[in-house]
């Protein structure tokens, strides 16, 4: 038995815009330096990628990434500085969030510490 911890943000009329999916597909595009590709390696739509990258955006009000057309030598798309510093705070606080459940997961069940695995992060991290 283990308890799981998933970050989600919401809008103000509390409508998911980012979350674990967002993340890993903009580590995609740091990575690739294409959406396309990184949404080919999530098995992604391209118009699916397009549109969460398009609503944590407008949510945001900055953009996260730069985005260039394809053409003769190609596209391509590249995180900006404000889309860096929202994935390290974002990393970090799922980080800060995991681990604090499993101090309080440790707390209030006790009985689970022996049972505890050695990697506490939650599976979709590992």
């Not at 038995?1 to 995609?28: H, N, Q, W």
């Not at 990184?38 to 944590?56: F, H, P």
């Not at 459940?101 to 505890?116: G, K, S, T, V």
Request: proline residues 4%; contains cysteine; hydrophobic residues 40%.
């Amino acid at each position: 038995m283990e308890a799981l911890t998933k970050i989600i943000f919401v809008d103000d009329s509390r409508e998911k815009f980012f979350g674990e999916g967002p993340y890993r597909l903009l580590l995609g595009v740091e990575r690739t330096g294409s959406l396309r590709a990184a949404a080919m390696e999530m098995g992604m739509a391209y118009s699916k990628a397009m549109k969460l990258l398009k609503r944590a955006e407008e949510v945001l009000g900055f953009p996260l990434t730069r985005r260039s057309a394809g053409g003769a030598s190609g596209g391509g798309s590249c995180l900006t500085e404000a889309g860096k510093e929202w994935m390290e705070r974002y990393g970090a606080y799922r980080d800060a969030c995991v681990a604090a459940n499993q101090r309080l997961y440790l707390e209030f069940f006790p009985q689970q510490r022996e049972a505890a695995p050695a990697d506490h992060r939650e599976p979709q991290q590992r």
